[in-house]
């Protein structure tokens, strides 16, 4: 069973302590020599070189460059010449002058051709613009990222923020990544190199928000498949990497205040919650009470056994008593973020080796409050079965609501590097997030008679999400010196851990109604599941892996130089999913109206007196879920002829999944495994009731063609095949929904995989080290895609499941330019135009099922789509990014800049039931931020984020009404402002 998130990791964080007093010693060590600093790389492949002596004439001293190209030399003041020598390179020279204190740098290209620029910022090759585009030059696949450097010239705060910057990347619902136009199941996320648990019951992937954007190095996305990555994607891998430790000692501390134009000092709605909410965690105030186990189920017995009723009310009175909420003006946002790490030669000038290490922790705590409408609508038809070219819309719910939401994000990384020896070193690297909401949710509106009797109604939902991410990897590289004269072969390895928790106590609904238009006062809704009730749930997601990769550097027929890799990898991860909904029914006087507390209206007594019952439903369901992953490759990088390269190879991957869905509290510590009911109807007779099971053994082709047109352009041609897994929550069958009149997502136990066909093309001028222009075209042909679709319902609302459509594709352009003028400015865009189609279900299987001539009992009787074919869900016709930079100097210690990002039209959710498709609009947001260094250490920098404050809204279009636009939502999130000061000792 999930652990609760209230459990802290600060034992992971503790040799912090331990660091800070190996500090200042390194430190002083230095002040009496001074230091050559460098990095060597490849002029041909614009990577590192491993394993090159560099020594310093007249002197004892040597050092060997790492796996970063990376070497350090500690001299006494002075003028030297520097030899570089290295196996099948040219031997170079360079002449450094030292200062007592000072650092010296000497960075070099080795090979046939020299660069003429070679950037590098500390031991980094990947934290500025010029070094991620270098990279990005060098790669064997289609590939686009954001620096460091770039993210602390944005007003963005989380990973989600800064991806949104990314040429074909879309952020839907201000946390999941889209790329290509491809929703989250789609893409997958790794951080520092291994896959990432989700929080998420519902998701794989991760929700980026949980990421403090001052933690985070760089941020690749890599758009084409190798075979050294895993193959479970088609949009992309989004690579994530912490920062890592220094060179030298750096330590640095930041402040922020912001706020947001429609909340901060305005009355804002919270609730008593627990005394260490302001960290993200809840200190157990929500649990629920200590004497209930969780295997007991609360329902009353019969004749035949089980719990009495008043011993059941008995329980229901000893639950958390917070229904009340209360009235706020909403603080300033406030944020804090704090950094430090050294890199330590052990023993007399590092006989022992050589440690490094960095500790960064950011914190922000923000409020906000948002106005939203919502209607929903039932499709009336004048033809029986009808689709939705031949139904009207009419309103069958209208809702005025308030959300009120404070956000905690506290983040935590540390690393640990230690090279015994040159080229041999062990790194541990932990990042630790927590995330949490604390929200109160009011609602007016009205139901029309249409739909049932009409009414009016409030609503108010209280509750805490917590969501917590521990991800630990430890790994090793070290070179392999087996034949004299050549270069030496590298072994990898890596042991990741990952684990998600999600948290949901207590989340609380009231509901009062009266009747419509009418003068009545409101009074508790009567129904047994639409007041009083109480929903709890938890989620862990857990992942253990282990990786391992041999690369043998060789020169092929021309003597070009060439590498082969060869990797395995074995993984094993395990989701558990709780929920438990408890319900009040009124049994005796008369219904209570609106204004009594809800603390007095379900407390102890009203239980205990028989006013109200307590008890447990049966129709929220719980699962339980493995995977079992093993994969092998073999991946060939080698010139077929000068300046054209062959990248690829294959990959194969051995799944097996295993879900099985059973009621909470079922009678036993397991529970009970129940084939969910769906209404009146089953969701099918199958042989394993509950379980969902799907094993897989693919083997994915890579080819990848990089043609130097020039040194300074690329053209790149790619073929792939990926594949799509169901995740655990879509083979589970149970539905939920969180709120009065929400909709309702059913998983379905017979998915199977999709399977993609990949074809990439991308023309590449890189202008210089920070200017680029490019333009790709790709097309995907998905077969089976795992699309959501409509099932039959006649309830308030609309229930959709899962299933793998018939078949799909989508095409797109992207194109990107970055351009400095006047050595002041600089101007940077990227646009991508997507098209896709997926074809839900054929025709004649969706007539037979109007028809009722397939078997009522199999799942497929349930299906009720309002169109055979759509776009997917999420996907933008079209995204633009543009960002004008003005910088105050040419040194550019201090600029201004403007970014603007817009998408367009792109599908909410696709109809059911004869409602059609609801659709987003096209939406641009505006932002501004200003950045100014002063000196070394102190750095200011203040943004003011969607000036515009632009509406979002969600549409139907009312087919027999000349297609008018239906409002389903809208709201504006309002402009927001913050302000930071950074101190670098």
């Not at 205040?257 to 305005?266: D, E, F, M, P």
């Not at 790194?427 to 139901?447: A, I, L, M, N, P």
């Not at 508790?524 to 109480?534: F, H, I, K, L």
């Not at 409509?790 to 992207?814: C, M, P, V, Y």
């Amino acid at each position: 069973m999930c652990h609760s998130i209230k459990s802290l990791t600060w034992p992971r964080f503790a040799g912090m302590l331990v660091l800070i007093s190996m500090i200042w010693s390194g430190a002083l060590l230095a002040q009496a020599t001074g230091v050559i600093r460098g990095i060597v790389i490849d002029s041909e492949t614009g990577e590192p070189v491993f394993g090159v002596a560099v020594t310093a004439g007249g002197t004892d001293s040597f050092a060997q460059t790492d796996f970063e190209g990376r070497y350090a030399l500690n001299l006494p003041p002075g003028e030297y010449e520097l030899t570089f020598q290295g196996v099948s390179y040219t031997d170079q020279k360079r002449t450094v002058t030292v200062a007592a204190g000072q650092t010296a740098s000497a960075n070099i290209t080795m090979g046939i051709q020299a660069l003429a620029v070679v950037d590098v910022q500390d031991r980094a090759l990947n934290d500025t613009e010029a070094s991620l585009l270098a990279l990005q030059k060098k790669s064997g696949a289609v590939s686009d990222g954001i620096s460091a450097e770039a993210i602390k010239r944005s007003p963005d705060s989380s990973a989600s923020d800064v991806l949104k910057r990314v040429t074909g990347i879309t952020i839907v619902g201000g946390k999941f990544v889209f790329v290509r136009g491809l929703g989250e199941r789609y893409s997958s996320t790794e951080l520092n190199g291994a896959g990432l648990a989700s929080p998420e019951p519902d998701k794989r992937v991760v929700p980026l928000d949980l990421f403090p954007a001052s933690l985070i190095k760089n941020i690749q996305i890599i758009k084409s498949f190798l075979p050294e990555d895993s193959a479970e994607f088609s949009g992309g891998i989004v690579k994530i990497e912490t920062k890592e430790f220094p060179d030298e000692f750096v330590m640095s501390i930041g402040f922020g205040l912001g706020g947001n134009y429609n909340t901060t000092q305005r009355h804002f709605k919270t609730y008593e919650g627990g005394g260490t909410d302001y960290l993200g965690a809840d200190d157990g105030t929500r649990d629920r009470p200590i004497e209930v186990p969780q295997w007991l189920r609360l329902v009353r017995g019969n004749i035949f056994g089980g719990l009495p009723e008043q011993g059941v009310n008995l329980i229901g009175s000893l639950f958390p008593n917070t229904w009340d909420a209360k009235t706020i003006n909403a603080p300033f946002d406030r944020d804090i973020k704090f950094t430090i790490g050294n890199s330590l030669q052990l023993g007399q000038e590092g006989q022992y080796g050589r440690l490094g290490f960095l500790y960064g922790t950011s914190y922000s705590r923000k409020w906000r409050k948002r106005e939203e409408k919502q209607n929903t609508y039932l499709a009336r038809t004048p033809i029986s079965n009808a689709t939705s070219e031949f139904s009207f819309l009419e309103q069958e719910i209208v809702r005025d609501i308030t959300r009120n939401n404070e956000e905690v994000l506290w983040g935590h990384n540390l690393n640990f590097s230690y090279e015994p020896i040159a080229n041999q070193r062990i790194s541990s690297q932990t990042f630790y997030s927590r995330q949490s909401d604390k929200f109160v949710t009011t609602s007016e509106g009205y139901v029309f008679p249409e739909a049932e009797a009409g009414f009016d109604f409030r609503s108010q939902n209280t509750g805490w999400i917590g969501r917590e991410v521990v991800h630990q990897v430890f790994s090793g590289e070290h070179a392999l010196n087996l034949f004299t004269g050549s270069r030496p072969h590298k072994v990898e390895w890596s042991y990741y851990h990952s684990r998600a928790n999600r948290d949901e106590p207590n989340l609380t609904q009231q509901l009062w109604q009266k009747g419509a238009g009418t003068l009545e006062l409101y009074q508790n809704a009567t129904g047994v599941d639409r007041t009083g009730w109480r929903f709890y749930s938890d989620s862990e997601d857990q992942t253990d892996g282990v990786t391992l990769d041999y690369e043998i550097p060789f020169q092929q027929w021309s003597g070009l130089l060439a590498k082969a890799k060869f990797g395995a990898e074995a993984s094993d991860r395990t989701k558990d999913f709780r929920s438990d909904f408890y319900q009040t029914q009124l049994i005796s006087g008369s219904s209570p109206v609106e204004g009594i507390p809800g603390s007095l209206l379900y407390n102890g007594p009203f239980y205990l007196n028989g006013t109200y019952r307590f008890t447990e439903a049966e129709n929220f369901d719980s699962f339980d879920a493995s995977q079992k992953l093993h994969a092998y490759y073999a991946q060939l990088d080698t010139p077929i002829v000068n300046k054209l390269r062959f990248i690829g190879g294959v990959r194969y991957e051995d799944s097996y999944q295993f879900v099985r869905t059973y009621i909470s509290s079922g009678g036993g510590p397991e529970g009970l495994f129940f084939p969910y009911q769906y209404d009146a109807g089953s969701f099918g007779r199958r042989a394993k009731p509950g379980v969902g099971e799907l094993a897989s053994k693919d083997t994915l082709p890579s080819a990848n063609l990089v043609w130097e047109m020039n040194p300074e352009m690329n053209l790149r041609f790619g073929y792939t095949e990926t594949l799509n897994r169901p995740d655990f929550r879509d083979l589970s069958e149970f539905g939920f929904r969180t709120e009065f009149g929400g909709e309702r997502l059913f998983g379905n136990p017979e998915l199977g995989r999709a399977y993609i066909h990949n074809y990439d093309t991308r023309w590449e001028w890189y202008l210089s080290a920070e200017e680029y222009l490019g333009a790709g075209l790709f097309y995907k042909s998905l077969s089976e895609p795992i699309t959501k679709i409509g099932l039959a319902s006649n309830n308030l609302n609309q229930d959709q499941t899962f299933l793998n459509g018939e078949n799909g594709n989508i095409r797109g352009l992207e194109v990107e330019v970055r351009k400095f003028f006047a050595e002041v400015f600089s101007f940077q865009a990227n646009l991508f135009f997507i098209r896709s189609r997926v074809e839900l279900i054929k025709w004649d299987d969706l007539t037979a099922i109007r028809l009722g001539l397939v078997d009522p009992f199999s799942r497929t009787a349930l299906f009720n789509p309002s169109v055979l074919e759509s776009r997917l869900v999420g996907q933008s016709d079209f995204v633009y990014n543009f960002k004008l930079n003005y910088y105050f100097n040419p040194e550019r210690t201090g600029s201004v800049g403007l970014l603007y990002n817009v998408f367009g039209d792109r599908l909410d959710s696709v109809g059911a039931n004869g409602n059609p498709n609801a659709i987003e609009k096209s939406a641009g947001i505006l932002d501004f931020v200003y950045e100014q260094r002063f000196g070394e250490n102190l750095s200011v920098k203040a943004s003011v984020k969607n000036i515009l404050d632009t509406r979002f809204k969600v549409v139907q279009e009312n087919p027999l009404l000349n297609n008018r636009e239906e409002l389903v939502r809208s709201y504006r999130e309002g402009v927001s402002y913050s302000a930071s000061l950074d101190y670098k000792f």
